[in-house]
């Protein structure tokens, strides 16, 4: 699409608008920005002004619809509920996220990677085997890399790996990855998706352009997953660790008896592996399946993954004092995260959990919460959550305000031996603008009480 001209509405500042702002200016756009928040000490927002964008501020009127816009991009997060994306959908005017925009003039080589969890560990690792290999790569996405910044940094055969929430595929019309990957799909955003048949659809937008040309990379131990796929016409390449059929030996990435494979040659064994949980064995086999589609040489998938050590806040080792081991999970914002965390742990566990009430239940944990002996509850979410650590039995369940207090709690009842692991299963806006924060906090707050 030639932006020449084109009247566009960024909805959001922050890192994705203004990566989309600046963008669309470059473009020859003229750009209106809106956003509740008083952006007047904003990064860049001067000099935007200085280039015709229009900056409306601290409100967020209906009546700037009144400008005829041609589309809107909208920061990810903010929901289509709102007075005035509810008005532009009854105007049929096209809201878009970054990474649509970002496609119409991507020259390089497209990967999408979306699910409900492994996302973060998978686009890492796939980028970091891509700068070892043959490739000119880049990442993008929901990895805290603004897309459209990213853009004019990409040539023709370099590599895109992009990581995508369900609220960036919201956003997506013509949007085609040539490789997609979906590592796998549980209730997740019912608060702003609705529904888990919504969000399952926003999730499946990252394949719905593909063609035969184009592979799609599926989790095949999740049943329901695959039936999702029936109609695709992409190349179909699934990954499993449980359901391993002839198809998935010949066709995919599998872990068996202890080694991980492609299409039945051996790529490395899990011996080999630094990162803990069956859950990043799933993770390294999507990694797997993408570099060897693009034909990286086997050596450097190995070492990469091999000298790989995590992502930040994912089952991250913070330290250990006093022969407990403190480990960091803010980026569990869901049950199903949390159950991940839990399942990597034999030794007896100190569990803090809480944050957002999504208005979920929690009873899903109660089957991995046999080896936790502490429960140490916060947020706004700690009431509900209490009754999952009741129906767990487990001997004590504190209920504090704060991380803060939890911290604290924690290493009062913890031993030498014992994990203290903090894996919130829930999202952190009731406290913090961020799981990143609230996990930067943690880490502090560990270092700080043991010195």
Known sequence: MDLKDKKVLVLGYARTGRGAAEFLVSQGANV??????????????????????????????????????DFIVKNPGIPYQIELLQAAIAQEIPIYTDVEIFDWYNPGILIGITGSNGKTTTTTLVNNILQNSQYQAHLAGNIGVPTLSVLPKVKENDVVTMELSSFQLMGTDKFKPYIAAITNI???????????????????????????HDFIIFNAD??????????????KVPFARLNLTDLVRQTGAYYENGGLYFKGELIMKEDDIQIPGEHNIENILVAIAITKILNVPNNIIHDTIMNYQGVEYRIQPVGIYNGISYYNDSKATNPDATITALKSFAEPTIYIGGGLDRGITFEKLVPYLENVKVAILYGESKKIMKEAMEQAQIEKIVMVDNLEQATKAAQSYAES??????????????????????????????????Q
């Open 32 to 69: 209106t920005i809106n956003d509740l928040n008083d952006l007047s000490e904003e990064p860049s927002i001067e000099e935007l002004k200085a280039k015709g964008v229009i900056v409306v501020d601290k409100k967020q009127p209906v009546t700037l619809l009144n400008e005829n816009f």
């Open 417 to 450: 031996g014992d994990v203290v692991l903090l894996s919130p299963a829930c999202a952190s806006w009731d406290q913090y603008q961020s799981f990143e924060e609230r996990g930067a906090q943690f880490n502090e707050l560990i270092v700080a009480l043991n």
């Open 222 to 235: 999740q049943k329901e997953l695959a039936s999702y796929l029936i109609e695709s016409p992409a190349n």
């Open 186 to 212: 549980f209730s997740a955003h019912l608060d702003y998706h609705g529904t888990r048949e919504e969000y399952v659809k926003a999730k499946l937008r990252l394949i719905q352009n593909q063609d035969n």
